[in-house]
T-cell receptor, first 118, second 110 residues
């Protein structure tokens, strides 16, 4: 089974520039997450999609960050304009439809995109 | 107060030692408690999860959850150099985003 794919793996930009990240989740996974992981911190949710609808974007800095999930499959995350504090690894994760009961919907993570803002 | 607290370490142990990793949390609504392992420049991968309180064992790994104390632990027996990684505790409810600790950096020396 192919895992979660992300590109690019690395990106270096200057502040005030814009950047976009792409994620292709595992086939059949309805839920997609974007997390931000700053060096030395755990991942923090930016946005959660269920199919192509937004479930939670309460921690997304909407003045500069945007995300979409076209046709409920691939997703893109954009930052415009970037700030120095946006330097982080951006992780995409996906999970299958909920099985019910006490079983856990495992979130499968991609390798991440490491963004450096100079 | 952060929802999930985890000592970032680093923790260095000799090969074969027993490792104990811990997290505390504040939200009593959490039902699932996970441990993820993250190697350098890789995404987190799920080691094991526990639903509600109790213990769970998988090979050399044992996870414990004490909901009354809001405290979770991961024990690694007979630690190996290949266990060297960052261990992230995470918790939440199925179908929702995870709440992660900062991660503990573990180094197992031969």
């Amino acid at each position: 089974e192919a895992g979660v794919a992300q590109s690019p793996r690395y990106k270096i930009i200057e502040k005030r520039q814009s950047v976009a990240f792409w994620c292709n989740p595992i086939s059949g996974h309805a839920t997609l997450y974007w997390y931000q992981q700053i060096l030395g911190q755990g991942p923090k949710l930016l946005i959660q999609f269920q199919n192509n609808g937004v479930v939670d974007d309460s921690q997304l800095p909407k003045d500069r960050f945007s995300a979409e999930r076209l046709k409920g499959v691939d997703s893109t995350l954009k930052i415009q304009p970037a700030k120095l504090e946006d330097s982080a690894v951006y992780l995409c994760a996906s999970s299958p439809p909920r099985a019910g009961g006490s079983s856990y919907n495992e979130q499968f993570f991609g390798p991440g995109t490491r963004l450096t803002v100079l | 107060q952060k929802e999930v607290e985890q000592d970032p370490g680093p923790l260095s142990v000799p090969e074969g030692a027993i490792v104990s990793l811990n997290c505390t949390y504040s939200n009593s609504a959490f039902q699932y408690f996970m441990w993820y392992r993250q190697y350098s420049r890789k995404g987190p991968e799920l080691l094991m999860y526990t639903y509600s309180s109790g213990n769970k064992e998988d090979g050399r790994f044992t996870a414990q959850v004490d909901k009354s104390s809001k405290y979770i632990s991961l024990f690694i027996r007979d630690s190996q150099p290949s266990d060297s990684a960052t261990y992230l505790c995470a918790m939440g409810n199925s179908g929702y985003a995870l709440n992660f600790g900062k991660g503990t950096s573990l180094l197992v020396t031969p």
